[in-house]
């Protein structure tokens, strides 16, 4: 099979992470890797992602009229979106057809709305089976362990010690983008620091250099009862060394909702910390459970809001267990299907080959 990514985000991105495991597991017996970036930006994951191409394209010049004629012209049997309609994304490259069986994954949290697009890969607990397959214009294809599978960062130190043995109380944290933190997000973080009175908030994002949106977000949690002195709010560090350090300071992350991280989950689980996700209705809030029942992470994985407070707060209240998930967490997840790299690669062109046999019997993808 002849196979076509399309995507901005061939370079230090969040996606990339997801991105080169599957470049990097593909069978090169079954399938041929043609990468067409639509963006300038090249770095040094974007050099280790072309090595494991067979074909590299550029359409950043190109319109999608000569974009789709590029496709045609190298005879793709099957083109991937990896970015649908954030920045840098080619809808319209799509939906000119340049082949015959076309997919969406990873970048875009939700249908693409587009009958062009054939199917979108997924799994069973970010999409449950049902009343998830009516919001798509696509068909929703499950993997069978998992739709994501993570490469950790190079540069990622060791597991720090649990801060909370030397601190003498629990942080939880997040270090998610700003944009997540929803009033709800806001008020059940603030009846998890009521529900664990020594406890502390350690969140992280870009925006926290306005001294004005610290004062917004601490007064938000005053309003509900979170003292600003619990909650200390850090700016992005100049490295990606040191972002991943700074997880060494936390005992619990939060994953926010409805929009639940991604990358942010898996940085920190590799980091030693244990994530709480609270499992919603739609892709965007399922993610954290398709990704901690892929760790064999289960318990953590809240049904609702008293539910995902119950589960922190235990945590915070087991110190033992606390210091034995952070100590096994790299093991854990190293033989979880989430570092399963060629075994995920499998499952994927697996899926592929169900598509192209779907296609070429005169059925749908």
């Known amino acids: 099979m002849r196979v076509g990514y399309v995507s901005p985000d061939f370079c230090h991105h969040a996606c990339a992470h997801f991105i080169e495991p599957l470049l990097r597991g593909h069978d090169r017996g079954a399938v041929e890797v043609l990468c067409y970036a639509t963006e300038r930006r090249r770095d040094g994951m974007t050099l280790r992602m072309e090595a494991l191409a067979d074909g590299w394209r550029s359409l950043a010049d190109l319109d999608d009229a000569a974009a789709a004629a590029l496709v045609e012209r190298d005879r793709v049997d099957l083109l991937i979106d990896l970015a649908g309609h954030t920045a840098g994304g080619r809808p319209l490259l799509f939906a ?24 979108r890969l997924t799994d069973a607990v970010a999409d449950t089976p049902g009343e998830s397959d009516g919001w798509h214009a696509e068909r929703l294809v499950r993997l069978p362990r998992g739709f994501l599978a993570f490469q950790p960062p190079a540069d990622a130190g060791p597991v720090a010690d649990l801060p909370a043995l030397a601190n003498g109380f629990v942080t939880f944290g997040s270090f998610n983008s700003l944009a997540k933190m929803t009033p709800e997000v806001v008020r059940v973080w603030s009846a998890l620091l009521a529900r664990v009175p020594s406890a502390r908030l350690l969140l992280k994002s870009p925006g926290f250099e306005d001294s004005a949106v610290r004062n917004a977000v601490h007064r938000d949690f005053a309003r509900r009862g979170a003292r600003p002195e619990r909650i200390e709010l850090l700016m992005p560090t100049e490295s990606v060394a040191d972002h991943l350090r700074a997880y060494g300071r936390l005992d619990v992350a939060l994953d926010p ?82 570092l399963d790299h060629h075994g995920f690669a499998r499952s994927v062109e697996e899926a592929y080959r169900a598509m192209w046999r779907g296609w070429t019997s005169g059925g749908r993808a």
């Open 96 to 119: 000119r057809r340049p082949a015959p069986v076309q997919v969406t994954w990873l970048g875009y949290p939700d249908t693409t709305g587009m009958p062009a697009v054939d199917c």
């Open 257 to 338: 909702f409805p929009y639940n991280g991604t990358t942010t989950t898996c940085e920190a689980l590799w980091m030693g910390v244990p994530v709480v996700t609270l499992a919603g209705r739609h892709h965007v809030a399922r993610v954290g459970a398709s990704l901690l029942a892929g760790c064999g992470l289960d318990e953590l994985i809240g049904r609702d809001e008293a539910g995902y407070v119950e589960a922190a707060a235990a945590l915070a209240g087991d110190l033992v267990r606390l210091s034995g998930l952070r100590r096994g967490m790299r093991t854990r997840l190293e033989s979880s299907a989430l």
